[in-house]
Each structure stands twice: as structure tokens, then as C-alpha cells.
């Protein structure tokens, strides 16, 4: 039987159990990483769309996603452990990669477009802002915190150490995804002006990219790996 979601779940937990509702959501700039604890019809509301269109997109997409039989990490069923390794192995990797590559793309289009594109020099400061916050970060849970939760995984002791460490975290997420809301916000949704040369579209494509991949990679751990501490 085919499970429908309704605009009471919430929006973290639509994505656990169908990833493929952050595109969905994303596409509707509704947060779920940062704000996968609020209930669906609170964001609906908050950016003023109408709960039936969403909600029945939702469940068509997710019918969809059933009937094809397409397998996926069910990520709630799996351990502190494994997961951890997953989100290093794969989102952490992918910012160690991208982070200079992007940095180098915004600094080109500033020194060629920014005398006529005057957001450009904001769109260099929030980037560099974000990437010095999630360097930062990665250090911090390879090094010191993830060590941490997988010895808790194992003994079950210093909780209220880790709950504050858990804290620290999410406040810094909430940190690094207000920054990229506010560079799709300068960049008007990433649209390059007319006539933008191919590196101008390339910039915009990697931050686009950087996006979505960010916003996973925080869904994986507010809203599953931390839950399951």
C-alpha cells in the first residue's frame, strides 16, 4: 500500500523516507535541512504556495518513485557509524573538491563582470564566508566531533557532552544555510544576466550545485544521524 504524506509530516522526515522530495522542495525553496523539524504546512504558509498543489505533487512524485521500485539507503535504519562514514566519504569529499574550484570561478567572473555587475562583489564575500565557515566545520567533525558520537555509539556515555556538541553543530548549519539563502537571493536564483559569457553559467551552475549538495548533506545529519544519538 502506498503511503501518502500529508502537510502535518514533517519536512525532514518526507525526505527521509523519499530523497527525491528535496528536489520538490528546493524547486518550491521550501528548507529542508535547517528546518526539516517543522511540519510541511508551516513552510507552505511561510512562503505563501498552495498546500494542495504541493502536497499532491508530493505524493504523485513519491507514487512514482515507488512504482519504479528504485533502490535507495533507507539512511533512518542504518547506523550513527555508517552514516558518518557516508557523509565524509561523499559530502565532505565533494566540498574538499569543489570549494576551491567555485572560488576560483567567482573570483574570474568578479574580475571580468564586476564593473557592470556590481552583486558580484557580494556574491565573492558571501562565498568566501561560506567557505571558510564549512572548511572550518569539516575539521571539526572529522577531527573532534564524529570521533566522539561513534565512541558514544559504542558505550553510551558523556550524552549531555554530546548533545552540546550536536547543538554547536546545528547552530553552525544553520549558519552556512542562511549564507547560501542569501546568495541565491543576490543571484536571483542563480539566472545569469543576459549575454553571460560561459564562465558566468559554469559559476552559477557549481554554486547551484554546491546548494543542493549542502542542504543533503545537512539533511543527513539534523534530521537523521543526529535523531539517532
Known amino acids: ?39 510541511l504546512i508551516e513552510a507552505i504558509k511561510e512562503q505563501n504556495l498552495d498546500e494542495n498543489i504541493i502536497i499532491n ?38 566540498l574538499k573538491e569543489e570549494l576551491p574550484n567555485i572560488s576560483e570561478l567567482v573570483l574570474k567572473i568578479l574580475d571580468v563582470h564586476g564593473k557592470n555587475h556590481e552583486e558580484l562583489f557580494k556574491v565573492h564575500k558571501l562565498f568566501n564566508t561560506l ?18 558520537i561513534k565512541q558514544y555509539e559504542l558505550n553510551k556515555i558523556n550524552k549531555d557532552e554530546v548533545v552540546r556538541l550536536i547543538n554547536e553543530l546545528e547552530d553552525e548549519h544553520t549558519g552556512a544555510g542562511d549564507i547560501i539563502k542569501e546568495l541565491r537571493e543576490v543571484t536571483d536564483h542563480y539566472i545569469v544576466p543576459a549575454g ?34
Request: aromatic fraction near 14%; include cysteine.
Open 131 to 148: 567557505r571558510t565557515e564549512l572548511e572550518s566545520h569539516l575539521v571539526k567533525e572529522e577531527k573532534f566531533i564524529f570521533p566522539i
Open 196 to 229: 553571460a559569457c560561459r564562465t558566468y553559467e559554469l559559476t552559477y551552475k557549481r554554486l547551484m550545485e554546491l546548494e543542493l549538495d549542502t542542504f543533503q548533506h545537512i539533511h543527513l545529519e539534523n534530521n537523521i544521524l543526529f535523531k539517532n544519538i
Open 1 to 39: 500500500m502506498i503511503k501518502n504524506f500529508s502537510i502535518n509530516d514533517r519536512i525532514g522526515d518526507i525526505v527521509t523516507v523519499f530523497p527525491g522530495a528535496s528536489n520538490l522542495f528546493l524547486e518550491y525553496r521550501i528548507d529542508f535541512c535547517c528546518g526539516g523539524n517543522r511540519p
Open 57 to 94: 505533487l508530493l505524493n504523485e512524485k513519491y507514487k512514482e518513485f515507488q512504482e519504479k521500485n528504485e533502490e535507495f539507503t533507507d539512511w533512518a535504519k542504518e547506523s550513527p557509524s555508517k552514516l558518518i562514514d557516508y557523509v565524509v566519504g561523499t559530502h565532505h569529499a565533494y
